[in-house]
T-cell receptor
Framework: AQTVTQSQPEMSVQEAETVTLSCTYD???????LFWYKQPPSRQMILVIRQEAYKQQNATENRFSVNFQKAAKSFSLKISDSQLGDTAMYFCALGGGGGAQKLVFGQGTRLTINP | DAGVIQSPRHEVTEMGQEVTLRCKPI?????LFWYRQTMMRGLELLIYFNNNVPIDDSGMPEDRFSAKMPNASFSTLKIQPSEPRDSAVYFC???????????????FGAGTRLSVL
């Protein structure tokens, strides 16, 4: 069975600081994908960043980057120069490779950016 | 593109009533997923379809829940009869399958908040 664990239920930082959200996962597949989704108070699920397991290079999207440690099954999200609009729930998700597969989500981390 | 469209946005009903949630996936996407989000259980997959065919319904909680996808542009999730413990946010997501643009990314609708009194 695939599992995703987010060990930080809540985090809070000041605007412009850098924050790292942790995620660990477990899967027996060799080919899989990892995602971070953001859910602001509007409850819309928004894709933040995606990582393919076979790629060693860490994915980056503007202020968002990941630290993917395949052997340790760790997939953390770093937000640089945090902004008030980054305040949201952040979910780590694991998806299988090869066609459409379901996503398994972690329990989420509630991130608050303070002015 | 309009994105994944779900209706209604909010639904309040009484225990025992039938509830139907609707979803229109992104045009051209051939996979569709129904998720449920609660405080206790987080986000969990209920069922997903590939090319209108149900592939995995192991997450459907019980026989009171049913889902259909009569064509590529429409899906429903029905609860009959509804119970207070069904209160949750229900999300629909769609994904393109295959090809370099697919990337296994799921695009979510805005969700339906269901309250069963």
């Amino acid at each position: 069975a695939q599992t995703v664990t987010q060990s930080q239920p809540e985090m809070s930082v000041q605007e412009a600081e850098t924050v790292t959200l942790s995620c660990t996962y477990d899967t027996s597949e060799n080919n899989y994908y990892l995602f971070w989704y953001k859910q602001p108070p509007s409850r819309q699920m928004i894709l933040v960043i995606r990582q393919e397991a076979y790629k060693q290079q860490n994915a980056t999207e503007n202020r968002f980057s990941v630290n993917f440690q395949k052997a340790a099954k760790s997939f953390s999200l770093k937000i640089s120069d945090s902004q008030l609009g980054d305040t949201a729930m952040y979910f780590c998700a694991l998806g299988g490779g090869g066609g459409a597969q379901k996503l398994v989500f972690g329990q989420g981390t509630r991130l608050t950016i303070n002015p | 593109d309009a994105g994944v469209i779900q209706s209604p946005r909010h639904e309040v009903t009484e225990m025992g009533q039938e509830v139907t949630l609707r979803c229109k996936p992104i045009s051209g996407h051939n996979s569709l997923f129904w998720y449920r989000q609660t405080m206790m259980r987080g986000l969990e997959l209920l069922i997903y379809f590939n090319n209108n065919v149900p592939i995995d319904d192991s997450g459907m909680p019980e026989d009171r829940f049913s889902a259909k996808m009569p064509n590529a542009s429409f899906s429903t999730l029905k609860i009959q009869p509804s119970e207070p413990r069904d209160s949750a946010v229900y999300f629909c997501a769609s994904s393109p399958v295959g090809g370099p643009s697919a990337k296994n990314i799921q695009y979510f609708g805005a969700g339906t908040r269901l309250s069963v009194l």
